[in-house]
């Protein structure tokens, strides 16, 4: 009688797990309609090599972004500033100070004065456990140069930053993306995604292109709340939200997921609270760790599979 009972109940959440992945299915289908098929509709959980595996090595240098990939991220993110000359570069900041041994803002720098500072060493100093001599004298890459060391076997997880300093850094991007075959000739991108915590940026994006995948960014400073208006509103132009991580809920993921909408929170390192965003329903997250997530991802479903069998 308990082994029937057992098998019966396996049944039953057999159907409940086929009915959940048609449901999926049929939502990430009905995203595709209206952006691409871009493989963050995998049904996989995405890993986001934050500023490339920046835990270990200079961020949003290409050994960062190479150690990402190692690591089997699926995404190498990165952020753009735009120089006086009209470049897209790979860095967070908009000031080159923190990152480099240079100062001022990227906006007053042509392309050939930031290619003359050192982008790595600040590491070495910072992370001594972590420092290698090669880091020593790395350059700042453009947006470019990173496409032709990676190709379109890559994914690209590509945030506009600060673009209400840069005009026209989004007319640039997709040119960029044009001109490195990132998009076909009808304008789908299999391994592009754009986020940007400017709804104007990203809006600018999808009248261009309206077929690339978007992500809109938050940025909470008291506990994270949304509405089901606004995300009604986002779904119009983006496929995705990307909160920080330690202001949201789970009732905060819940109704992100339950409008159909991917759910990437940032910046994750623990291992704790990775586990929470997958318990939560996250369905990727932003990590200065990629190998670390890999492996907090392998626990959670080796759990989570042997809570079925036990059942």
């Not at 949003?60 to 735009?82: F, N, R, S, V």
């Not at 790395?138 to 140069?145: D, G, N, Y």
């Not at 040119?175 to 940026?201: A, C, H, P």
């Not at 997921?257 to 940032?266: A, I, S, T």
Request: glycine share 6%; net charge positive; hydrophobic share 35%.
């Amino acid at each position: 009688m308990k082994t029937s009972i057992k098998k019966l109940g396996l049944c039953i959440m057999s159907v409940g797990f086929i009915l959940q992945a048609t449901s999926l299915d049929a939502s990430a289908a009905s995203a595709k309609e209206n952006h691409s098929n871009s493989s963050i509709y995998e049904k996989k959980i995405v890993n986001i090599a934050h500023r490339g595996a920046s835990g270990y090595a200079p961020e949003h240098t290409i050994p960062a972004y190479q150690l990402g990939e190692q690591m089997k991220g699926d995404y190498i993110e990165i952020d753009l500033q735009m120089t006086k000359d009209g470049k897209l570069i790979a860095m967070h900041d908009e000031k080159v100070d923190r990152t480099t041994n240079g100062t001022g803002l990227v906006k007053d720098l042509t392309l050939a004065e930031i290619k003359k500072l050192d982008a790595g060493s600040w590491f070495n100093e910072k992370y001594p456990q972590f420092a290698k001599t090669k880091y020593k004298g790395l350059v700042v890459p453009t947006l470019e140069e990173v496409f032709k060391k990676f190709g379109r076997q890559a994914n690209y997880y590509i945030e506009t930053k600060s673009p209400e300093v840069y005009p026209g850094m989004e007319k640039e991007l997709l040119k960029v993306l044009k001109d490195y075959k990132m998009v076909d000739s009808k304008g789908r991108t299999k391994n592009v995604l754009i986020q940007s915590f400017s709804k104007e940026s990203l809006l600018k994006v999808h009248d261009m292109n309206p077929k690339l995948p978007l992500v809109q960014l938050f940025s909470y400073k008291n506990q994270a709340t949304i509405s089901d208006k606004e995300l009604e509103s986002i779904k119009e132009y983006a496929i995705g939200v990307g909160p920080n991580f330690t202001k949201i809920d789970g009732q905060y993921v819940k109704m992100v997921r339950n409008h159909g909408l991917q759910f990437h929170p940032y910046t994750v390192n623990e291992r704790a609270d990775m586990k929470k965003a997958l318990e939560w329903g996250a369905t990727g997250l932003f990590t200065n760790y990629p190998d670390v997530f890999n492996e907090v991802i392998k626990e959670y479903k080796k759990e989570k599979h042997n809570q079925i069998m036990s059942k």
